[in-house]
Structures are given as structure tokens and as C-alpha cells.
């Protein structure tokens, strides 16, 4: 094996409770006169659990040392397939942060909110006019919630066509996001999967062979999670609707296409977009995120409430459609999100958003070109937003896995991609420059992807092993997922 550098120390020994000592403080408190208040009862109490005690200095340095741990977009490369880990400027904090904005109350009335809500207003138009579905509404709070309120959107429709019955089915992709199935089935639908061609598009063939007068909906990715194109939607657009079902899109890969193509014009009914991803907020770990959902004049009254509507005196409104399915959250949506992604959209315009999509494809092919014969590719043809390489080579021929060649990215300074999605792609790697990496930053992921493709070969020990540099190595994530360790514990044998 060759030399590594040895791990760090195990940050997991040093936490906060370890660090401190009786009597350290961070900040001297004054001493309360007034009225004590009773403690709970003692059984509640638990003496083996103390907050730890430092010094300012030590606590500031305490999270100064985790902060340097962690690895984020303003790190370095973060090549995450499918969640478009990028830059976001950080003037979209700074408006987003303006008091006006940040302090407004959600329960003010409108006359009181007409700032922050033509705001809101205008950004609909905006999706509206991006996306060529006219009506919009802002409220669902990422992209699940999207989806789930599109599905909702058409049970409401389909019940008012009297069909609902009748129509207890969803086709879905079988490359598609796992949250497609789960909100068909969470809305009470049978999923129905549909294969990939040999192509990387739905296969033609078993979607006319599936649909009939049971066939609610379709939910399609475009571009699909392969980061294809699906060659032919249009014609698949036109069968669902011949067939009375309706179309929904799932624009998680908005960036892909955003200011030249518009899924309205493509024939669905009904989409979510991610705005955390495609447009600019940070995220990850959970959140947050804005995921709001744009449809037809069809299915227009079952929208989410609230929507946005401007009175014929100006005066900017939140409205319940018609038919609505509801309330999905409190208040109004993710609000910051919903800012953020309006302050990108007119500091870029639509020639800034063409620009955007044009380099997220650019580097996307880049990269493809870049590291073509090293990793397999299952679907060898011009990408979109990202590319899907596979580890078959390297596991059939040096018993190397996705897992570990993952795991050694991390040594060469780099945030690992996505791995083993889509499942229909055997030890996939799916990897998302996005538009905001340079071409230096995509050349030098492709070298340690090239690199690490030599390492399988001559030394797979290496991979096995791998991440050698990190604070951590390998953990036992099974272990940590069923039996997790969720509070600090004392040493008992400490002292």
C-alpha cells in the first residue's frame, strides 16, 4: 500500500462536554433579583447531562475548528448530481436580509406588506412567463411538497370530471427522483413504472401500452435524471392528454433548460421547480427551500392557496382559488427563498438566465469529454445539466466500488458525487458541475476522477481504505442509521 498521511484526530473524543471545565464561562451573567422560579419535579431533572463550560475564546475556537470541517460550496467543488450544489451570489442574502423583508410580519395586513408582496408578485409573473404555465402559487415549501400539491391538483381535478374512480393510476419513470412514487402513492395512487430505451428516454412502447382509461397522470423529469433529453415528450404529451390523463413535470432540472425551453410549451399540465436549486439560496443538510408548483388554465382553480392577485386598484392580494386543495404550510411559503430567487431572476434578465443554462450544459459535456474512457457510460450521447458514469469497470475488474472511489475523492480535496442514482445505472456516479464552476475547476475533478481510475487499478487498497485525510474515516453508517447515538454521554471512566 502506498503512504497516506494519518488521519487526524478523532474530533468525535473532543466535543463541547469534553472540552469544558467547571467554572469557565463564555459570558458572566448578572445575578437575578427577581422571583426564583421553581425547578421541575426531580424525577424530571437529569444530573448526568450538563451543558459543557468555556471561555469565550474556547468556545469561539470550538466552532471555529468545526466550521473548518466542513465542506460546503464556498469550499471548493461540490459536483452533487441532481441537487445542483452551486455558487448563489451573495448579494441575493443581502436583499433577501433587508429589513423591509426580513422583519415583515406574515399576519400584516396588506396595505401594510405591499412591498414584500408585489415582490412575490412579480416573481410569479417571472415563473410564469419561464415556465409557460400561466398561473402560480408560491406557497409549497420545497420541491416534494411541489409535487405533492400537483398530484393533489389533479385528484381535485379528476373528482370534478367525475373520474377519480375510475383513474387510480400514476406512470413514473423508472429513472425518476424516489419522491415521484412516494407522493403517486401518498396521494393514494397505484404507481405504475415505466422502463428507460436504450436511448436513456422513456420507452414508447410500454407507455402506449399502459395507457387506458385508468391512467390519472404521468410524471416525467425533464431532463431526466440520466441528464438526458426525453427525446419525443412532446409526443408522450400528446398521447397522455388523447388518453385523458394529464401530464405532470417534475423541474428539478430546471437550470438545464431555463430561458429556452418551457415545459408549458411542451405540452404538461402541471410543474414544480426547486427555486433553491435553479435559482439562489444555499442549502443542504434540509434546507430550506421554495417549491412552487405553475399550471394551466385547466387545472388553475385547485391551486394552493395562497396565490397572488392584483386588485383593479393595485392593491396586491393573497387569494384562495376557487377549488383550492388547501393550505399546505403556514402562512405564505418559504419567503427568503421566494426573495432570493426573485433578486437572481432580475439581476440576470433573460438573457442572464439563457447564459445560465447554456454553461451549466457546457460543463456538464465538458466533464463528459474530459473523463470519457476511464468510467463507463451507460448512455454515451451529449448531456444536459449532468453526467451519469458508472464504476462497473472498476468493480468488475479490481474489485473497486462506486463507494470507494467516492470516498477517495474526498482525498483529493473534493466533495464526492452522488452515487448509486438513478438506480437503473449499475455503481452510477452522478456528477453535477452546474454553471457557476470554472473550466480549472472542472479539469482538475476530472484529473482526480482520472487518477482515481489509475489508483483501482494499480493499488485498490487505497480505495478500500479511503478517506485517509479526513478528521473521520469510514464510519459504520448502518450501525449509525439503526442504533445512532444521540446525546453525549459521560466517560464513566474518565478521572
Known amino acids: 500500500m502506498s503512504a497516506h498521511r494519518p488521519r487526524s484526530e478523532d474530533f468525535g473524543a473532543q466535543l463541547s462536554f469534553d472540552r469544558g471545565t467547571p467554572g469557565r464561562r463564555a459570558v ?5 433579583d427577581g422571583e426564583q422560579t421553581p425547578l421541575p419535579d426531580a424525577h ?8 459543557p463550560e468555556l471561555s469565550q475564546g474556547g468556545l469561539v475556537r470550538y466552532y471555529t475548528a468545526l466550521s473548518a470541517r466542513n465542506y460546503g460550496i464556498d469550499s471548493g467543488t461540490y459536483p452533487l448530481g441532481s441537487c445542483t450544489m452551486k455558487y448563489n451570489p451573495k448579494v441575493d442574502d ?3 436580509s433587508l429589513p423591509g423583508f426580513a422583519t415583515a410580519h406574515p399576519q400584516s395586513p396588506p396595505e401594510e406588506a405591499q412591498g414584500t408582496l408585489r415582490t412575490l408578485l412579480e416573481l410569479r409573473r417571472g415563473l410564469a412567463e419561464i415556465t409557460g404555465l400561466p398561473h402560480v402559487s408560491l406557497a409549497p415549501a420545497a420541491g416534494a411538497h411541489g409535487e405533492l400539491a400537483g398530484v393533489l391538483m389533479i385528484t381535485r381535478a379528476l373528482e370534478d370530471r367525475g373520474e377519480l374512480e375510475t383513474r387510480r393510476r400514476i406512470l413514473v419513470p423508472d429513472s425518476a427522483h424516489g419522491t415521484n412514487p ?5 396521494a393514494g395512487f397505484t404507481v405504475t413504472q415505466i422502463p428507460t430505451g436504450p436511448d436513456g428516454s422513456l420507452d414508447r412502447a410500454t407507455i402506449e401500452r399502459e395507457l387506458d382509461e385508468t391512467v390519472a397522470a404521468m410524471m416525467v423529469t425533464v431532463p431526466n435524471t440520466l441528464g438526458l433529453w426525453e427525446n419525443g415528450i412532446e409526443e408522450v404529451a400528446d398521447l397522455i392528454h388523447e388518453a385523458g390523463a394529464y401530464l405532470y413535470g417534475d423541474g428539478a432540472n430546471l437550470n438545464a433548460i431555463m430561458g429556452r425551453v418551457r415545459y408549458g410549451d411542451l405540452g404538461f399540465d402541471v410543474v414544480h421547480l426547486n427555486l433553491h436549486k435553479s435559482f439562489s439560496t444555499p442549502h443542504g443538510g434540509g434546507g430550506p427551500g421554495a417549491g412552487p408548483v405553475c399550471c394551466s388554465e385547466e387545472l ?3 391551486l394552493p392557496t395562497p396565490v397572488l392577485e392584483e386588485d383593479e386598484d393595485g392593491l396586491v392580494r393573497l387569494v384562495a382559488p376557487e377549488r383550492s386543495i388547501g393550505r399546505l404550510q403556514q402562512f405564505h411559503g418559504n419567503v427568503g427563498v421566494l426573495i432570493r430567487a426573485y433578486a437572481y431572476m432580475r439581476a440576470l434578465g ?5 447564459a445560465v443554462s447554456g454553461q451549466a450544459v ?3 459535456n465538458y466533464l463528459r469529454v474530459l473523463m470519457h474512457g476511464h468510467y463507463d457510460l451507460p448512455y454515451d450521447r451529449p448531456v444536459l445539466h449532468e453526467v451519469v458514469f458508472s464504476g462497473t469497470r472498476q468493480r468488475r475488474e479490481h474489485g473497486v466500488r462506486t463507494y470507494d472511489i467516492a470516498k477517495r475523492l474526498i482525498d483529493h480535496g473534493f466533495h464526492p458525487p452522488t452515487v448509486y442514482f438513478p438506480l437503473i445505472v449499475e455503481e ?10 470554472p473550466p480549472e475547476a472542472i479539469e482538475a475533478l476530472a484529473e482526480a476522477m482520472i487518477a482515481i481510475a489509475g489508483e483501482s487499478a494499480e493499488d485498490p487498497d487505497t480505495l478500500h481504505g479511503a478517506p485517509w485525510t479526513a478528521p473521520l474515516g469510514r464510519l459504520d453508517e448502518a450501525t449509525a442509521a439503526r442504533r445512532p447515538v444521540l446525546r453525549w454521554q459521560p466517560d464513566e471512566d474518565a478521572g
Open 28 to 32: 458572566d451573567v448578572p445575578s437575578w
Open 44 to 51: 424530571l431533572l437529569r444530573d448526568e447531562v450538563r451543558l
Open 94 to 96: 443581502l436583499v433577501a
Open 182 to 186: 412516494a407522493t403517486a402513492a401518498m
Open 300 to 302: 388553475a382553480p385547485y
Open 350 to 354: 433573460l438573457e442572464g438566465l439563457r
Open 362 to 364: 457546457l460543463n456538464a
Open 428 to 437: 452510477a456516479l452522478m456528477i453535477e458541475p452546474t454553471e457557476t464552476e
